[in-house]
Structures are given as C-alpha cells and as structure tokens.
C-alpha cells in the first residue's frame, strides 16, 4: 500500500476494536477523511467499507493526519506504536509529517499520560486525554461521555471529532485531567456493582429472589445506570462478558495511583480494588465485571492487607 499523502481535514485513528471501530464509522459518517489502522485485517476491511481509507503502519497515519486518536486498552499499546521506523513519530518527523496532536482515548493512567505528554511536548506533539464512557452501546450511537484533558487550544482543535462520537464533550483541565474523571468514573461503577452484588448475596440468604430483589432496587432510590446495565447478570448470574472484570482491575489501579499521587486515603476504593485484584488473579477477569458476585457467594474476599492491584501480563 502506498502512503497516503497528507490531506486538510483528515484525522487518523490508531485501534478498531468493540469500542474503537464504530467510533471511527461514526467520525466517517460525520463527513471526516479518517485514515485508520489496526493490527487485524477484518476490523480495519469493515471499516474501509463504511467509507474509511486504510493506512499499513501507523507512521502513514501520522504522515498524513494532523490529529490522530487512539482507542486502545492501556498506555503502553499507544507508546508501543509510537517508537520504530513504523511508528507515529518517525511518520510525524518525515518529510512532509503531519501529526501535531495525539488523543489517548483509552482508559489509562492520568500520571502516566501527563508523563507521555511531557515527553511528546517538546517534539511539537500535543497530548489530548479524552477517555470515553458509554460502552459499546453509546459507541454506536455516538452518544458517548467524553472526558478530556489537554491544552485548552488543543482541547478545542480536536472538538469537532469528539462531538461526531459523544453526546457530552467536556474538558476538564490539562493533560491527565480527564484520566482522572475517568478514574473517577470507574471507582463509582466498580463500588456500584459491589454493593449491588453484597445487596444480591445478602438477600438472598434471607429468602429473596435476586430479580425480585433487583426489580425492586431499580425503581427507588437505588437505581442507577449501573444497575439498568447489569441487572440481567445479576438476577440470573450470568457472567457472559459486556465488560471483563481485568478492565476494571486496571482502571482501579489507576484509581489508587492518583490517590497515592494525590495524597488522599480512599477506603472504598481500597477495598474494591482488592476484590477485583482477587477476580483477575483467581481466573475470571474475561468474565463479565459482574463477576464479583460469584467472588462474594465463594467467600473468596481478599484480607484487608491483601489489595495488590497490579493486572497480570
């Protein structure tokens, strides 16, 4: 494949997986010249269907795009495609190379990315932090929460390509900023989905139905996205994945990263990213997050100096 040569207006995006590939079908459907890579053939073939142009490495990416988003599962894949002579800087550095902005779209660590962001600074590459949530539904539907850190020049620069995917576009402060609101959005489903697995556990060791019980909890007070999302899971404990519990183990690690950055003491936070340590470490991170019900019911609960928090490779 040739390169593609530079083009005003294109944007490139680096990941089409579950979340990744309707996110860049919904930038092609907003009318954007999105020039797309991914390490498989199928994704990067149904995207090239729906009206994008494919590039073979990614430094054709950032030869040829000012802007480049990336949706993969964690910071170091993004670093990983950033070194090499096929990497996005050796694009960005080429004769002609156009990359001057990099969105880190993934969950990742707000203390890492700012460290990224120092190190791309002065190579005249900017870093955006704009992770999502909204699952894969909201992907589709171009209805996602889009969290974002970076420079406010740079923030607005790379707007118009986050409202062709989200329905809430916020930015939040510099780079890592919104990281952290991820971060935070993540410590709030995982403490959810907890309470809601120890309220299914303990009534139904006093005689409830879990469906019954659920039902009851999702018209009061209690009701919640969460809840509406992982109600069918719960009731019939079903644990076929619509998020892998290992997401959430590393998402809370990033959580007790920024706390320690921070200085803070968070408890709960603790607390639940032991349980979620326990799930990864016992087998069952590509079961559904939900999981941590069956964690519960096997007595499997992590002693309270027993919180290691880092994924397994």
Not at 133 to 143: D, K, L, M, P
Not at 246 to 271: C, E, I, M, N, Q
Not at 275 to 297: E, K, P, T
Request: aromatic fraction near 2%.
């Amino acid at each position: 494949m040739s390169s593609p040569s530079p083009r005003s207006g294109t944007v490139g995006f680096l990941g089409l997986g579950a979340m990744g590939l309707p996110m860049a079908l919904n930038l092609t459907a907003a009318g954007f010249d999105v020039l797309a890579w991914n390490r498989s053939g199928p994704a990067r073939d149904t995207a090239v269907a729906a009206g994008c142009r494919a590039a073979d490495r990614p430094a054709q990416v950032a030869g040829a795009a000012l802007v480049v988003l990336t949706m993969l599962p964690d910071l170091p894949q993004v670093r990983a495609l950033l070194d090499g002579p096929d990497g996005l800087l050796a694009g960005a550095a080429s004769a002609g190379g156009a990359m001057d902005t990099l969105v880190v779209m993934g969950t990742v660590s707000p203390v890492a990315v700012r460290v990224l962001a120092e190190e791309l600074r002065p190579l005249g590459i900017e870093v955006v932090d704009a992770p999502v949530s909204g699952g894969v539904t909201g992907a589709r539907e171009a209805a996602l929460s889009i969290m974002a850190g970076g420079a406010e020049e740079a923030v607005e620069r790379v707007r118009p390509y986050l409202t062709a995917m989200g329905s809430t576009v916020r930015r939040l402060g510099d780079t890592g900023a919104g990281s952290l609101a991820k971060a935070c959005n993540q410590l709030v489903v995982a403490g959810t989905l907890v309470a809601l697995a120890e309220a299914v556990l303990l009534g139904e060791r006093g005689g409830l139905e879990p469906a019954a019980l659920l039902e009851v909890l999702a018209g009061g007070l209690a009701s919640s996205e969460v809840l509406t999302q992982k109600q069918h899971h719960l009731a019939d404990s079903d644990f076929t994945p619509s998020g892998p519990a290992r997401y959430l183990h590393k998402d809370l690690g990033f959580v007790l990263d920024s706390a320690a950055d921070a200085h803070v003491t968070l408890p709960l936070s603790t607390t639940v990213a032991g349980l979620y340590a326990a799930i990864d470490h016992g087998g069952l991170g590509d079961l559904d997050n939900s999981v941590v019900l069956r964690l519960l019911r096997e007595g499997r609960v992590p002693s309270p100096d027993s919180h290691s928090t880092t994924p397994k490779d």
